[in-house]
């Protein structure tokens, strides 16, 4: 038999911003967690358990690289993630079974895009025809969320991205058709999506906006009014590339000012914010940017924690990230957690 230990916490439990004593565990008394600062675990809700970088770009990897990934980011306090696309049979075998070892996962499937809408290595092209029962037989499988590529860059078949002007993936009648069919099975919709079409699809219903560069205020507060939420990934969107073109940077800064004038908007409009690390960036990276751009330090931590798991609906209890000092005022220390608790078990 295993008895499981009790973790307490004394201190300011974040986002809140209340103070309290905090135990974690069976017990009423137990062994005190370092830390004077705790956040109830973080969500990287825009996460690629499978895809990894190799020297011939994005690469769709297996079960291995995943359980690599879970163990780094249930290191840096995060226990839930909520996987948006890659390697199905990996990504769904994970949500349809619960390990208290490593974070919570909640996953897309595969890539829902068109021949010529994504990159070739990541995915098998879905047919418009194709598309209501591949979103069945992803829900079957343990997705609870589906992963529409709402549009993108023309690819070549060797992977190269045509151009920096993205075009649409699916007709809007085919998409209606795919939400409506997720919705009606109990799941939702996260769509990529990074031109003006953004407001069409917030239009058809789908229930995140994943990246959103070109969102207006307009679509926030249709977004809002239905709950939905944004994942604007600025690790991903802002971090310089290697070989940055002038006006590649020209664009990025563009980026960087629009979501600056948007971020500030959400809360009133009731937009859910939440942080997605992508390929590569970090939760803790994310709560840095959001800052940069507009949001408070507490609507970041927000977004990256209770906010999130409202959200998506996650309910685990026992998880727990400290930190020595407060991160509202040295955003920094999120790197450093003093003690990590997932799912009771002290990991750090
Ligand atoms: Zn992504």
Not at 32 to 58: A, I, K, N, Q, W
Not at 158 to 184: C, K, N
Not at 198 to 206: A, E, K, N, P, S
Request: hydrophobic share 40%; net charge negative.
């Amino acid at each position: 038999m295993t008895t499981v230990p009790t973790w307490v916490f004394e201190g300011t439990v974040l986002p809140s911003g209340d103070t309290a004593r905090v135990t974690l565990g069976p017990g009423e008394i137990g062994e005190l967690l370092p830390g004077r600062y705790g956040v109830p675990g973080f969500v990287d809700s825009h996460c690629h358990l499978t895809m990894g970088y190799t020297e011939t770009g994005p690469a769709m990897l297996g079960e291995e690289f995943a359980n690599e990934r879970l163990g780094e980011l249930a290191e840096a306090g995060v226990s839930a993630v909520r996987d948006v696309g890659g390697n199905r049979d990996v990504t769904l075998k994970l949500a349809r079974t619960e390990d208290d070892n490593r974070p919570f996962v909640l996953a897309a499937g595969r890539f829902l895009a068109p021949s010529g809408r994504y990159f070739p290595q990541m995915y098998t092209p879905v047919a418009p025809e194709e598309l209501l029962a591949a979103v069945e037989a992803e829900i079957a499988d343990g997705a609870t969320w589906l992963k529409l590529v709402g549009d993108f860059p023309e690819v070549g078949p060797d992977g190269s991205i045509r151009g920096s002007q993205v075009g649409p993936t699916y007709d809007l009648d085919v998409i209606e058709a795919m939400v409506d069919l997720a919705h009606a099975r109990g799941a939702r919709v996260a769509a990529h999506v990074t031109s003006d079409r953004v407001t069409d699809l917030i239009r058809l219903g789908i229930d995140s906006v994943e990246h959103g560069t070109s969102l207006t205020e307009e679509d926030l507060e249709t977004l809002g009014a239905r709950g939905g939420a944004w994942t604007p990934t600025l690790s991903a969107g802002l971090t310089p590339g290697p070989n940055e073109t002038p006006e590649a940077a020209a664009r990025r800064k563009a980026r960087s000012e629009h979501v600056a004038t948007l971020l500030p908007l959400t809360e009133q409009y009731g937009v859910r914010v939440l942080t997605g690390s992508d390929v590569v960036g970090t939760v803790a990276a994310e709560i840095d940017l959001l800052v940069q751009h507009g949001l408070s330090v507490e609507q970041a931590l927000t977004a990256a924690s209770t906010g999130a798991q409202e959200f998506l609906g996650l309910t685990g209890t026992g998880n727990l990230v400290t930190y020595e000092a407060d991160p509202r005022e040295h955003p920094d220390v999120l790197t450093q957690p003093a003690a990590v608790v997932l799912n009771h078990r002290r990991i750090s």
